[in-house]
């Protein structure tokens, strides 16, 4: 007698759907596309990214592409949230430390190699690379989301007492504006050399870390 246990028919297997199927071929579909984009805007920037562009690089046309993301906008937005992945994964990438100062050094450093690595990215989340697109409540949401790693050590130290500010994300913006104001100057050909910009970039980190730090620390 033939033992159900050896039969290949009796062996249970997971079964896709059509529906579940149409649903990975289309996540796929819109993966791919960002993808696609995400190499043109990297290699040649954004003003390079467009809806034809992008259709003739996946040899499909530009239909496609509007039906996944309803406009140039959407594939921005695409973009600009991939944007605030990346620079997630760069400030979780910094090894922790237990000197908070040296900690936020080491964050600061980790911002300006972002904007040096992925620039594009740079520029499409705070540089309006696409004019198209503007930022709204889930995008904002991202970006808090990427400099959760920053909140959280800056409200670690005033809960310690090392910052006499209570107000945590008021001191993350105040540091990020300065930040950023220094590598968007830069980025924007105000200081074309980027030694001398990045001289710039160290000393503003060191001097917001010893104003906001209680001296006695």
């Known amino acids: 007698m033939l033992n159900s246990s050896n039969n290949p028919s009796a062996v249970n297997h997971t079964v896709t759907t059509y529906p579940k199927a149409k649903l990975q071929h289309a996540e ?9 984009a995400a190499t043109i805007m990297q290699e040649f920037g954004p003003e390079a990214v467009t809806i ?7 040899e499909c046309p530009t239909k496609v592409i509007y039906n996944v ?9 695409e973009l600009f949230m991939e944007g605030c992945k990346l620079l997630a994964a760069s400030f979780q990438a910094v090894p922790q430390q237990a000197d908070l100062k040296q900690y936020l050094l080491d964050l600061g450093q ?3 190699d ?18 198209e697109f503007k930022p709204e409540e889930e995008s904002l949401q991202a970006i808090v989301t990427a400099l959760k790693q920053v909140i959280f050590i800056i409200t670690k130290a005033i809960e310690q007492g090392f910052i006499s500010e209570k107000d945590p994300i008021l001191v993350v913006n105040l540091v990020w504006a300065s930040l950023h ?20 970039y160290d000393r503003s ?13």
């Open 205 to 217: 980190v060191s001097n917001l870390i010893h104003t906001f730090f209680r001296s006695d620390n």
């Open 28 to 36: 796929l579909l819109r993966l791919n596309i960002i993808e696609v």
């Open 52 to 58: 034809r562009r992008v259709a003739e690089k996946m």
């Open 114 to 131: 972002f904007s040096r690595d992925y620039t594009s990215y740079y520029m499409v989340m705070f540089g309006g690379a696409f004019s």
């Open 181 to 200: 104001g220094t590598i968007h100057l830069h980025l924007g050909g105000h200081i074309q050399d980027e030694q001398a910009a990045k001289i710039l």
């Open 69 to 77: 993301f309803g406009s140039k906008e959407g594939l921005a937005k």
């Open 110 to 112: 980790a911002y300006w």
